[in-house]
Structure formats: structure tokens, C-alpha cells
């Protein structure tokens, strides 16, 4: 599996940003896609996730009703919408496909399933 995030950049306190992922394969060859970052100082950290099945959605409590997860299954690509960016979300982002561990996909650990190059999100002033 190949995941390639992109749309990473320098923005603004407050301001927006979308992520992508392709996926090699279909995104419904998997359990569940998620999407989590890496600062620096700083452990890993699940932003979110959905479950292909029922699409289902679970969002860390740091980007609650500010970041929103979707796909385009026709496209197998994955987004992350980002809204109200503060400098705390600065973070190298990835994106990941995941099996069923966990009560949600959100705990699962991305080297349970695959994930590749992240995207780097720098928000300053």
C-alpha cells in the first residue's frame, strides 16, 4: 500500500487548510483511514479517523468542530479539512490505513496498518 498525503503549507493563526491522500488501492479495501500527526518534542498523535463500513467519524478533542475527515471513493483519496488553525496544530501530517483494533480507530496504532510520507503544517504568525 502507497499513501501519499499532500497540501501541507504555512498558514495564519485562524486561517485553512485542506490535506489529501491517495491511496494505492481502493479506500474500501480497508478497515478504516485516519489521519494523525507528529510534532516536534511531541508523541504521535491520532487526529482522525473514519470506519469505511458506516463512515462513522472520531476526531481527537484538540480538533473538535474544527477539522473535518472525508473521502472520494471514486478518487481513493483522503481529506482533512482544517478549519480555525492554531499554532499548536504545527505538525508534520500523515495519513494511514488501519485494521480493526481498538474500541475506536482512533486508538489504533498506525504501524498496525500502513502510512507513508506526511505533509508539513506551519501555523505562525
Known amino acids: 500500500v502507497q499513501l501519499q498525503a499532500s497540501g501541507g503549507g504555512l498558514v495564519q493563526p485562524g486561517e485553512s487548510l485542506t490535506l489529501s491522500c491517495v491511496t494505492s488501492?481502493?479506500?474500501?479495501?480497508?478497515?478504516?483511514i485516519s489521519w494523525f500527526r507528529q510534532a516536534p518534542g511531541k508523541e504521535r498523535e491520532g487526529v482522525s479517523c473514519?470506519?469505511?463500513?458506516?463512515?462513522?467519524?472520531y476526531y481527537a478533542d484538540s480538533v473538535k468542530d474544527r477539522f473535518n475527515i472525508s473521502r472520494d471513493k471514486g478518487k481513493n483519496t483522503l481529506y482533512l479539512q482544517m478549519n480555525a488553525l492554531r499554532p499548536e496544530d504545527t505538525a508534520i501530517y500523515f495519513c494511514?490505513?488501519?485494521?480493526?483494533?481498538?474500541?475506536?480507530?482512533?486508538?489504533?496504532?498506525?504501524?498496525?496498518?500502513?502510512w507513508g510520507q506526511g505533509t508539513q503544517v506551519t501555523v505562525s504568525s
Open positions: 488501492r481502493p479506500i474500501l479495501d480497508y478497515y478504516a
Open positions: 494511514a490505513t488501519l485494521p480493526p483494533w481498538g474500541d475506536t480507530c482512533l486508538e489504533t496504532d498506525p504501524d498496525l496498518g500502513s
Open positions: 473514519m470506519v469505511n463500513s458506516d463512515g462513522t467519524t
